[in-house]
């Protein structure tokens, strides 16, 4: 397809579509799904007949205390999974491995940030059985402190091992949680509180981040102190708050609200029974962050979560019983909850977690911890990939990588350059890369490889899960051709599916069912191949009309990301008076390259031979370094304000690095 017709075309990739990764064969044959005519049997299965296929699974995955009479009730957008039926997800995480060999195998091995060349990193693993006594110690904590099935209790942890105990601990009573990124500000934390009424939080005197202490309790204070316009209180349903001592950060303790951890898990046995639960009773709130308007909560329930979450980790990841499984994400975030502590407990794996940042106290922390911890899994972020690209391969090379066997990406579409990069220097060439697309709302991966059954191409998210059904579509919600751009939805219901926007079912209706009649539309771009794979562009809002042209930025940022000299780019979109919109370009380049005017135009050049002429970007800014969340998300949505000449407006309290914004508002000759 020639440049011009490309760019026309709405939205292409500018990967050479010839370069696809087979399943090595010694893979295939020790993988849970061995070939392609495999996966599409059971596919055509489980769309055919999802109800026979979804109760098969439910029966052979989990542990249910009494079974279900209805696998689906569909009233759309309303759907209810397994009716009648009653379970635990701790029960089914914890206590149906005790009286098994798993009992005394890793769960949860930890390491903190902290790092002194002179001793160990501060670890800790915690086997199946003292999981369990935990969870049930601080179950039985929250039984003392009132909390009863249907409150919801907030969780506002470091990634230390008591965030995923509170989380447990919570499923096995029945309360619902609402866990908060720990780099989110006070005021995001009393917005969730007061849209969730939570009655109790659940924090530390402070978590590690490059070294520096987050203060997480005094924000917990500041929170119950804000007002809203009218002078009252926005967190005034809380009643208690437990601090863990994480980091001895000197704190204020009020009398008769805010309880030591360790002091209220020494006063407590450790026995709790878990609590029978409906397979459609709230499981967890987890709100997203959107810069203005009041956060939507998302509402998971208990049943169809787990049940997505534990297949999917199993078969995405081709999880074994040796494998130490290493999902790089948050718990504040969708992907630490499905694929750092439900999906991996579900399925008796070990589940490796980390503190800090990836590149305290050198850019090679990872690297060390993969070496020193024999990981044999990792998933992690294509913003964090390209980060290791900018920092450079002497950093990989000083370790020992050996052990992995399959890396998987997640957050956002990867370039193709990035997943090459991955694929070679991380990697060795040897592991499949599993590029998974799916969302918060989705509670499990939708799209993605199997590793040891479906061929690869870099940039494409592949093929969908058992039981997703997804079309790419026009405005009209009409099917578009093979490699237009378009709309991705989900045509019918699946188990994990987000269940509601919390108190808001009317907000729920309109963002996620109204764009395309019955259909949940997913709010991203994609466009489809022709052997049916997916390739996700980002945001229906990040597709820009460029002079009667679609463009979407992340092709645009793929392109530029291909150039040799380039570490990392984003794009996004300023109004033109006469183009409607112009493409703006944030470029962080590799090493010790220096930006100028001859550069600046031949990456403008190289974008215009790559796509076309139309997508050639009006501006190139260079700078040392994105905006970025502690997460590892860039935040267009500054870069835009910048990018528009305007004041930057929203919370930025997430951000990385505050100097810069300061920086990016200048221009480099």
């Known amino acids: 397809m020639p440049p011009e017709s490309a760019a026309n075309s709405a939205i292409t990739s500018v990967l050479r579509e010839d370069r696809v990764f087979l399943p090595a064969p010694e893979f295939s044959q020790r993988a849970h799904i061995k070939s392609l005519d495999e996966y599409q049997e059971l596919y055509r299965r489980s769309i055919e007949s999802p109800e026979t296929f979804w109760g098969e699974q439910a029966e052979k995955e989990l542990v249910w205390f009494e079974r279900w009479h209805s696998v689906l009730n569909w009233n759309p957008p309303l759907a209810q999974w397994f009716s009648g039926g009653r379970l635990n997800v701790s029960y089914n995480c914890l206590d149906r491995w005790l009286n098994t060999p798993y009992a005394d195998k890793p769960a949860i091995v930890w390491e903190g940030e902290p790092w002194d060349q002179n001793k160990p990193a501060q670890q800790k693993t915690l086997t199946y059985r003292e999981l369990h006594q935990e969870v049930c110690r601080f179950a039985n904590v929250l039984l003392k402190l009132g909390i009863r099935p249907g409150d919801r209790v907030i969780i506002y942890l470091p990634m230390i091992p008591e965030a995923a105990i509170a989380m447990l601990a919570c499923t096995r009573i029945g309360a619902v949680h609402s866990v908060v990124f720990g780099g989110f500000s006070a005021h995001s934390v009393a917005d969730r509180i007061a849209d969730s009424g939570a009655r109790l939080v659940v924090t530390a005197d402070g978590g590690f981040r490059r070294g520096a202490i987050v203060p997480l309790k005094k924000n917990v204070d500041d929170a119950l102190e804000l007002k809203d316009t009218r002078g009252a209180l926005l967190a005034r349903t809380v009643e208690k708050v437990v601090v863990v001592c994480r980091a001895s950060n000197p704190i204020e303790m009020r009398d008769g609200r805010d309880l030591w951890w360790h002091e209220q898990m020494q006063s407590v046995p450790a026995d709790c029974a878990a609590t029978p639960m409906d397979s459609e009773a709230p499981l967890f ?385």
């Open 285 to 669: 709130i987890l709100y997203t962050s959107g810069s203005t308007g009041k956060p939507k909560g998302i509402l998971h329930t208990t049943a169809g979560y787990l049940l997505g979450s534990k297949l999917t980790t199993r078969l995405v990841f081709d999880l074994r019983d040796e494998d130490i499984y290493w999902c790089t994400a948050d718990v504040g975030w969708v992907t630490g909850h499905s694929y750092v502590v439900y999906g991996p407990l579900a399925n008796g794996a070990t589940s490796f977690m980390y503190e800090g940042a990836p590149n305290y106290p050198e850019p090679d922390r990872f690297w060390s911890i993969i070496e020193r911890h024999r990981v044999t899994i990792l998933y992690t972020a294509p913003t964090a990939i390209r980060a290791f690209m900018k920092w450079g391969v002497e950093w990989p090379r000083k370790h020992d990588l050996a052990s992995l066997r399959l890396l998987g990406t997640v957050g956002e579409p990867i370039n193709p350059e990035a997943w090459m990069w991955y694929h070679e220097h991380i990697g060795g060439k040897r592991c499949p890369i599993v590029d998974t697309w799916w969302q918060t709302e989705t509670g499990a991966i939708m799209i993605t490889p199997l590793p040891g059954a479906i061929p690869t191409k870099p940039g494409s998210a592949t093929l969908p899960f058992f039981g997703v059904v997804p079309e790419v579509v026009n405005d009209k919600g009409e099917v578009v051709p093979c490699n237009s751009g378009g709309k991705l939805v989900i045509r019918k219901p699946w188990p994990s599916m987000l269940r509601g926007l919390w108190g808001d079912p009317e907000r729920y209706r309109q963002v996620y069912w109204s764009d395309v009649k019955d259909s949940y539309f997913t709010g991203d771009g994609c466009r489809q191949d022709e052997d049916g794979y997916f390739w996700i562009v980002g945001r229906i809002d990040d597709v820009l009309n460029v002079a009667g042209h679609r463009i979407g930025t992340a092709e645009v940022e793929s392109a530029i990301v291909s150039h040799p000299k380039v570490a990392e780019a984003a794009v996004v979109g300023r109004p033109d008076d006469l183009k409607g919109q112009a493409l703006v370009a944030f470029v962080t380049l590799k090493g010790a390259i220096k930006p100028d005017a001859n550069l600046r135009e031949e990456l403008r050049q190289h974008v215009a031979k790559e796509i076309g002429p139309v997508a050639r970007p009006d501006d190139i800014r260079f700078a040392e370094a994105l905006p970025k969340t502690r997460s590892g998300k860039i935040m267009r949505r500054l870069l835009k304000q910048v990018a528009a000449g305007g004041e930057i407006k929203g919370d930025t309290t997430t951000l990385e690095d505050f100097t810069v914004l300061a920086r990016l508002s200048q221009t480099d000759e």
